[in-house]
């Protein structure tokens, strides 16, 4: 079994920011000439988004899903102090350290339901992880998806295991029927998620779920709203995965009665 690692660069160039996402990601430059899309630690919602963004990346890797590589991204204290933007700035000031990128895929495309139909194999897996992890964030509206290479490749998970947000009750998080999965963009296609669920407990051993948790670095889970050590947080989120995907029963019926 492969062991999941991420390489770390260095950023060494701010090129744009992008926008249209909440927490202001930017594509950047870093010390091995690539382009990243970086995602901040001293965004909004601080290092929980990337815990979400490396989890639910990860795992949808282990699935063998396209997600474009992650890389851990070290941003030095004085990076950035030439911007002229103030809010940029202020974001570049408040995420000095380790932050999260994910390699940038030039000449990519966004998904578009109009005009390009997914296969129900693949679409049932989507569906699956997105039910599996909580991620509120693949709907009509907002596909987080592109298309590369004429393959489809999956972004943004930082939307996903919302619980984290409102307190650490992992417990009843892990059984909810994740009601949301109804406004999914592959929702209708996703035809076997019974199969793809048996296809997958192969896959996602504790195993491998440890692994997964375990790329966590301890200095994005030093959290002000909780007394839990980094330790006891990683053991959260492997709790919460393992006692999810035991009663997937859950999730595949809400998806199914939503089709």
Do not use: C
């Not at 109009?114 to 129900?120: F, N």
């Amino acid at each position: 079994m492969t062991i999941p690692i991420l390489r770390t660069v260095t950023i060494t160039r701010y090129i744009t920011p992008l926008r249209e996402g909440g927490s202001l990601p930017a594509l950047a430059e870093a010390d091995d000439n690539f382009k990243y899309v970086l995602k901040f630690n001293g965004s909004g919602h601080g290092t929980k988004v990337l815990v979400a963004e490396l989890l639910g990346g990860e795992i949808a890797r282990a699935l063998g899903l396209k997600v474009p590589e992650l890389v851990f991204a070290n941003l030095h204290e004085a990076f950035g102090q030439t911007e002229a933007d103030e809010e940029i700035q202020d974001l570049l000031k408040a995420s000095k350290g380790l932050n999260l990128a994910l390699h940038f895929l030039s000449g990519s495309i966004n998904f578009d339901p109009a005009v390009k139909t997914i296969e129900s194999h693949l679409a049932s897996k989507i569906v699956w992880l997105d039910s599996f992890i909580t991620n509120m964030d693949r709907t009509f509206r907002n596909t987080n998806m592109l298309l590369f290479n004429k393959e489809l490749w999956l972004i943004d998970h930082g939307a996903s295991f919302y619980f984290h947000h409102s307190g650490t009750d992992w417990e009843n998080a892990a059984k909810t029927p994740f009601a949301i999965i109804k406004s999914h963009v592959l929702l209708p296609q996703a035809t076997e998620l019974t199969q793809v669920d048996e296809e997958i407990k192969k896959v996602l051993t504790d195993d491998k779920l440890t692994e997964i948790v375990n790329l966590i670095p301890a200095e994005w889970l030093v959290w002000n709203d909780t007394n839990k050590t980094p330790e006891e947080l990683k053991n959260m989120y492997l709790q919460f995965l393992v006692t999810r995907l035991n009663n997937s029963h859950i999730f595949i019926n809400e998806a199914q009665n939503a089709r």
